[in-house]
């Protein structure tokens, strides 16, 4: 239930409309083209919103921490967003069947490897081999739809892929859940398998092959720096909860994303193809609209990270309730998305990109307030509905400004950085606010367990069990009543943690609307460019 990728990320759509159409196809071949994309699209999403929902149980089945939790989200993550441009330019250069078909084989193999993993780590890798599947599959999918409809089926084909993508990603938490309670969180991995034997096997017979006319260049210099100062920062972030801020690992790692990411806005001004064009920043509007996605997006990305934890280990809902429970958030989101598009017209970009962050915050101070305990319609469903129209009113809109903040010739690249931004807010989120939680939950549950007579050994086994969050295993040995006592306390801590989170990521919410009201026009007719001189844009 992840959203950074459920929710998909702004500007997917845009993708499909910024390229040109190169190969358009008859009417038949349009249905295979659109059956093979969405199925194939739908495997990342399903795959994303399925693992949060099984994340209590893969960390109960493995014995994990909350850390090596936090990696299998964070590995595939890393690797989508700090490749996912790149994928894009493989495809024009390479042919975007050719790259698709690639992305979902490599993406199927490492569903398997993750269903049949026999410890944390294995599923860890091969959940990064996933997130570097995805960066080929999903721009793959997006590009073959732009290069083989034509301007007057190119609107239908848009609206077509967004609802049934939509509708997978709605249906996956509940299958996920399904699939966790009544089978095994293996399956939630494996169902990957036959929906990629179904997409190849169209992809081999009824797609045409088709690549870009102009010599594409890979910018492999911008993607290897840009993955090296996304993956040491994230790791220094994780792995200091348990090794400590002063060790080797976490310093050097620190260190060395510093260095790549101070290198990589260097490297992207000398390539003569940057998978960044940093002439696009150039544009108040489109830096504006980047800088919203990162505060919004982290606060999504670490809510839906940890409240399937909160559904499923405190509050004691089954896999199958807690993927059901942020249903109505993803149907509100598709049902409103053509009126929230209507919305800029209407009023101009500023207007909802300021009001939609501010009913997402007001979404996640409510989810602040219930404690352990209560029906799910009077606890969790009102702030649901109102996350989720915050998010409708904020999510199309801020795909126009994206997609008007730059010319014809750098639409793709503008559409393809804030998706990629959108992803790897997440994945920054999981790793800082991820600190937060353990500290703050750490810190209630040692207050909790002063009222507790217990001996210093129980008391030591319990608090090195901190990392572990709710999932943190009562020693066998206490009687029952100690054991249900400290089981309250636990999740008490979690509650306060959770919190926590909650208030941050409303104050995220805020900051994007804040953002929106200093960098983003106003006027409906107003131009969204702001022209420099020298800049390339128009």
């Known amino acids: 239930m992840r959203l950074i990728v459920a929710m998909k990320p702004p500007c997917d759509e845009a993708v499909i409309r910024s390229l040109d159409v190169q190969a358009p196809c008859g009417a038949e071949a349009r249905l295979w083209i659109l059956a093979a994309t969405i199925l194939g699209s739908s495997m ?13 149980a893969i960390q109960s089945s493995f014995h994990a921490t909350v850390v090596d939790v936090q990696w299998v989200v964070e590995s595939y993550g ?29 993406f199927a193999t490492a569903s398997v490897v993750c269903g049949v993993a026999s410890n944390i780590h294995q599923l860890i890798f091969a959940r990064s081999v996933q997130g570097l599947g995805a960066a080929l599959l999903v721009p793959g999918s997006l590009s073959i739809i732009s290069a083989s409809f034509d301007e007057q089926h190119r609107g239908k084909a848009i609206g077509t892929w967004s609802g049934f993508t939509a509708i997978t990603t709605a249906a996956g938490p509940v299958l996920g859940g399904w699939l966790v309670q009544h089978a095994s969180w293996r399956w939630a ?46 790791y220094g972030l994780i792995e200091s909860v348990s090794l400590g801020w002063i060790h080797p690992l976490v310093c050097g790692s620190l260190i060395l994303s510093a260095a790549c990411l101070a ?14 064009p940093l002439t696009l920043f150039a544009s108040r509007a489109f830096s504006g ?37 942020m249903l109505p958030l993803i149907l ?3 049902l409103l998305s053509r009126w929230s598009g209507g919305l800029v017209a209407r009023y101009g970009p500023r207007l909802p990109l300021v009001t939609g962050p501010l009913i997402a915050a007001l979404g996640f101070v409510l989810f602040a307030v219930p404690a352990v305990g209560g029906s799910y319609w009077e606890t969790f469903f009102p702030a649901v509905v109102v996350l989720g129209l915050g998010m409708a009113i904020a999510v199309a809109p801020l795909t126009t400004v994206v997609m008007n903040s730059a010319d014809q010739d750098h639409v793709g690249a503008a559409s393809g950085i804030n998706n990629a931004v959108a992803r790897i807010a997440g994945v920054l989120a999981i790793a800082v606010l991820g600190i937060v939680m353990v500290n703050a939950f750490g810190a209630r549950l040692d207050s909790e367990l002063a009222h507790f007579s217990l001996a210093p050994g129980i008391l030591h086994d319990i608090q090195a069990d901190k990392i572990k969050l709710a999932g943190l295993q009562i020693p066998a040995s206490l009687d029952p009543g100690t054991r249900v006592g400290i089981k ?23 900051a994007s609307a804040a953002v929106a009201w200093l960098l983003i026009p106003s006027g409906k007719d107003e131009r969204l460019i702001q022209r420099r001189p020298g800049s390339s844009l128009t």
């Not at 910018?219 to 996304?230: E, F, P």
């Not at 409240?307 to 199958?320: D, E, H, K, W």
């Not at 306390?489 to 805020?510: D, K, M, P, S, Y």
């Open 332 to 334: 509100i989101m598709f």
């Open 44 to 56: 990342a999403f399903i795959d994303s919103t399925v693992v949060n929902v099984a994340l209590p």
């Open 488 to 510: 309250e306390a636990v999740g008490a801590a979690f509650l306060f943690g959770f919190r926590v989170i909650v208030l941050i990521c409303a104050g995220l919410a805020v």
């Open 189 to 234: 991995f494996l169902i990957n398998v036959p929906l990629a034997a179904v997409v190849i096997t169209i992809s081999l017979w009824r797609i045409p092959e088709s690549r870009s006319t102009i010599r594409a260049h890979v910018d492999w210099t911008g993607a290897l720096v840009c993955g090296l100062g996304l993956g040491g920062l994230v």
């Open 263 to 276: 290198a990589f806005a260097f490297v992207e001004a000398r390539s003569p193809a940057p998978m960044v």
């Open 289 to 325: 609209a980047n800088l919203l996605t990162l505060f919004l997006y982290a606060a999504v990305g670490i809510f839906f990270f940890l409240f399937p934890l909160n559904l499923i280990q405190v509050q004691g809902y089954s896999a199958t309730a807690a993927g059901a429970g």
């Open 78 to 106: 890393i690797f989508l967003g700090a490749l996912i441009l790149v994928g894009g330019s493989l495809g024009d250069l390479f042919g975007r069947r050719r790259i698709f078909v690639v992305g979902v084989v490599i």
